[in-house]
C-alpha cells in the first residue's frame, strides 16, 4: 500500500488520494496542485506558459518539515530488463539517493526493499519503452523517455544504456541526473520556468536535461534553491496525473504556472 510518510495539509492528501476537486488553503485556494502534465518527460513535448505570478510562501509553511526528523522514502526497486548494461541499476540508485549531494540534503532519506518485499511506498522501475509507455499512461513517454505518476518512478531502460545524444558529459552523469530529476518529481517538484538560468550556470536537475541545457552545463545535481523548494514542502509527495495547471518553485520561491494540457 502508498503510504506518504509525511503530514501534509488537505490539498496534499487530494493530491495523495488522486482527487482533483479537494478544496485547498490560504493563496493554493483556487489552482490544482500537483504537477505540470510534463512529470512525465517527453521532452521533447514543450509547455506554453500562460501566465505566471508569484505565490506567497506562507503556504508553504503550513507543510514545512521537521528538520531533526528525516522523511523516510521505502522503495522497491524494480529492474525489469536483464542486459549487462543495466546489471547496476541497483547499486547506482542506491549510491545517488544516499549521497550527500542530493536530495538528502533536503531531509529525505530512502530505504530500500527487495523486489520480492511488500513493505514499500514507492516504486522506481527500470523497464523497455513500450512498458514505461503503459506505466506512465495517461503521459505520453513515446517510447523514449521517464516518467513519475503517482507512487510510480519508471525510467526507460534505452535513456539508462545509452543517455541522448546531445548529452555533454559522461553516462554516469546522465543516470545520476536521470535519478536525481525523476526522484524530485517524486518529491513533488516541476520543471523549472528556466531551463537554464544564465549562462555558464549549472542546469537546475528539475531542468529537462534531456533535451538541451542551452546555454548552462549539464548538472546531475539538486541545486541550493531546489533543496529548498523541497524542504519548503510546498507540494505533495508522489503527486498523480495532472493536467492544465501547475504550481512550480524557482529560486525566488513557489511561482504558480498556468500551462495546457500537453500531450
Ligand atoms: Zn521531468
Excluded at 514507492?122 to 513517454?141: H, I, K, Q, R
Excluded at 523514449?144 to 539508462?160: H, K, M, T, Y
Excluded at 535519478?179 to 517538484?189: K, M
Aim: glycine share 6%.
Amino acid at each position: 500500500m502508498f503510504i506518504a510518510r509525511r503530514l501534509w495539509p488537505v490539498a496534499a492528501v487530494c493530491a495523495l488520494v488522486g482527487l482533483s476537486s479537494c478544496s485547498q488553503t490560504a493563496e493554493l485556494s483556487s489552482t490544482q496542485l500537483g504537477p505540470e502534465s510534463l512529470s512525465a518527460d517527453p521532452d521533447h513535448t514543450s509547455t506554453t506558459t500562460v501566465s505566471t505570478t508569484t505565490v506567497s510562501l506562507d503556504a508553504a509553511s503550513t507543510t514545512a518539515r521537521q528538520p531533526d526528523q528525516p522523511t523516510i522514502m521505502r522503495i522497491r526497486l524494480d529492474r525489469r530488463v536483464s542486459d549487462e548494461a543495466t546489471e547496476g541499476f541497483e547499486p547506482t540508485v542506491q549510491a545517488v539517493l544516499a549521497s550527500d549531494r542530493g536530495w538528502t540534503r533536503a531531509g529525505f532519506e530512502f530505504v530500500f526493499t527487495d523486489s520480492d518485499e511488500t513493505d514499500f511506498d514507492y516504486t522506481v522501475v527500470l523497464a523497455e519503452g513500450p512498458e514505461v509507455d503503459s506505466l506512465c499512461l495517461p503521459y505520453d513517454t513515446f517510447g523514449e523517455f521517464s516518467c513519475q505518476i503517482g507512487p510510480v518512478v519508471a525510467l526507460n531502460a534505452d535513456r539508462w544504456r545509452v543517455a541522448v545524444d546531445n548529452w555533454p558529459t559522461t553516462l554516469d552523469d546522465y543516470r545520476t541526473m536521470l535519478i536525481n530529476h525523476e526522484i524530485g518529481h517524486l518529491l513533488g517538484q516541476h520543471h523549472p520556468e528556466s531551463r537554464c538560468p544564465g549562462e555558464g550556470q549549472p542546469a537546475p536537475v528539475m531542468a529537462q536535461q534531456s533535451s538541451g541545457v542551452e546555454a548552462c552545463t549539464a548538472n546531475p545535481w539538486p541545486l541550493p534553491w531546489e533543496i529548498i523548494c523541497v524542504q519548503e514542502g510546498v507540494e505533495p509527495l508522489a503527486p498523480p496525473y495532472e493536467t492544465d495547471i501547475e504550481l512550480t518553485c524557482g529560486p525566488d520561491g513557489p511561482v504558480r504556472q498556468t500551462s495546457p494540457v500537453v500531450p
